[in-house]
């Protein structure tokens, strides 16, 4: 009887005790494992590179590539502006003259010392020097310049120089790594990693009546001195020429875009053998396919580049292409955009046949377009030296000059040579407002219809005491 008081007791107790384990084990948490942030795990990236190491995102050998062929270029000009004190004194046409230093970067493409920048970092320059990134410092020749795509061309009378391998901006998909590598705030040699963000965006920024917009976007860092640096790929070759920022400040907010390569490679190589890019142009204008024209103009879809209108002397009226139309593709590759369609037309040269397949009232048709220069011609234009051809030293005219003048554009003779102005007549302080009745606002556009003009020019402009003149001359 003892004896089974006990086992019950027994029994009483293990059936509790299990109990308890049970509730304590449903009550009290679970110690957590911590790993530790120094332990490494294994990770595979897509998409690098053969040869690269594939347990890391390696810029560094991209960056290595490319900051040796970086440079930083300086610039010297001299500006003009109004003294009031002096204007009161001694009367209209006073001007002080004051030196100004500009900064901005630059990427070698040849080892025989061929330097690709921007337009804007050395327009209107006197005098152009480089500095390498070993400190080397070399006076440098503007070799051409082309305002319509914001690139140009320098030289530097060196040889073996580290250069950028072009790259394949065609290829270059959105989402891609990409280094920005430059000297933003004249900090040499810098490089910054970011993605690609879109591509074609055409953002307004070039002032060129022919501008050519086809921007590579990316969120690398760029700012100010980064101009006319390198955009490379993860294998350090050259996909862009960094060009502009959109930022309410000034600086850096996230948003950069670049030339792409497949536009340099054009406007080098034509500058190189030609002298001056041989521009190629359907001869429409055109307009983004919205959702507001496609109910407009009662549009099916939301497809293509929009035709606005056809040039009288254009390729496209030429071959059959008419206002309304909507341009599907070129060459094969399609076209979404005004800057997509501007980008395959500007790998071409006058005289080259392209493939434009467009819409027409729901209906696709091909057309073989046999392309033209900007004067409506298949002929390529010579590089005329311009200033050394008209004889003078022009200007750009300031917003209190031209509201001075009552005019909206022009440019300042600043100073006459031998030449066909001083042939003719003119005067130093002319200001020419339009050639050939095309209007001028910068010395650039000057430069621009001068090159493109193989016959007579008819200039219209106005001097400095509101008297408005005409000339007219050969070039040849």
Do not use: C
């Amino acid at each position: 009887m003892k004896t089974r008081k006990l086992l019950g007791t027994f029994l009483v107790a293990l059936i509790g005790g299990l109990i308890a384990v049970f509730i304590y084990a449903k009550i009290v948490p679970k110690e957590e494992k911590i790993i530790t942030a120094n332990v490494r795990q294994p990770i595979n990236f897509a998409n690098l590179p053969s040869g690269m190491d594939p347990g890391i995102l390696n810029f560094v050998q991209a960056a290595q590539k490319s900051v040796e062929a970086v440079v930083h270029v300086k610039t010297q000009s001299t500006r003009q502006s109004y003294n009031p004190i002096l204007e009161f004194f001694y009367g209209d046409g006073i001007r002080e003259s004051h030196p100004v230093v500009g900064f901005g970067s630059g990427v070698i493409i040849s080892e025989d010392g061929y330097i690709a920048t921007n337009n804007h970092v050395v327009e209107n320059s006197e005098k152009v020097y480089v500095t390498l990134n070993d400190k080397r410092e070399f006076e440098a020749k503007v070799v051409g310049t082309d305002p319509s795509t914001d690139l140009a061309l320098l030289k530097v009378k060196e040889e073996g120089l580290q250069f950028i391998p072009w790259g394949d901006s065609d290829a270059l998909q959105v989402g891609e790594w990409v280094l920005a590598v430059g000297n933003p705030f004249n900090l040499t040699s810098t490089v910054t990693a970011g993605i690609v963000s879109a591509k074609g965006k055409n953002i307004g920024i070039i002032q060129d009546q022919y501008r050519m917009e086809s921007f590579i976007q990316t969120d690398a860092a760029v700012n100010r001195g980064n101009s006319g640096g390198a955009l490379v790929d993860i294998r350090g070759n050259l996909v862009g020429i960094n060009t502009a920022i959109i930022s309410p400040s000034g600086g850096y907010a996230g948003i950069s875009f670049a030339v792409p390569v497949s536009i340099v490679q054009k406007v080098v190589k034509d500058i190189i053998e030609y002298g001056v890019v041989q521009r190629a142009i359907l001869g429409v204008s055109i307009q983004e396919v919205t959702a507001d024209l496609a109910k407009e103009k009662e549009l099916d879809k939301l497809e293509g580049v929009y035709i606005a209108e056809v040039r009288d002397d254009g390729a496209a009226k030429a071959a059959g292409i008419v206002a309304g139309d909507i341009i599907l593709s070129v060459n094969g590759v399609e076209v979404n955009s005004p800057g997509e369609l501007q980008e395959q037309i500007s790998r071409h040269r006058p005289n080259d046949r392209v493939t434009v397949v467009i819409k027409r009232k729901g209906k696709t048709k091909q057309f073989e377009v046999t392309l033209r220069n900007l004067q409506g011609k298949t002929s390529f234009v010579s590089a005329a030296n311009f200033d050394t051809i008209l004889g003078a030293r022009f200007e750009n005219l300031d917003a209190r000059e031209k509201s001075k003048l009552g005019v909206k554009y022009g440019v300042r003779v600043a100073e006459l040579k031998a030449g066909k102005l001083r042939a003719e007549g003119v005067k130093e302080g002319f200001i020419i407002t339009q050639v050939n009745n095309k209007p001028v606002y910068t010395v650039d556009d000057l430069d621009t219809i001068i090159k493109g003009t193989s016959g007579g020019v008819y200039i219209e402009g106005i001097y400095p005491n509101g008297v408005i003149q005409y000339y007219a001359f050969g070039l040849k």
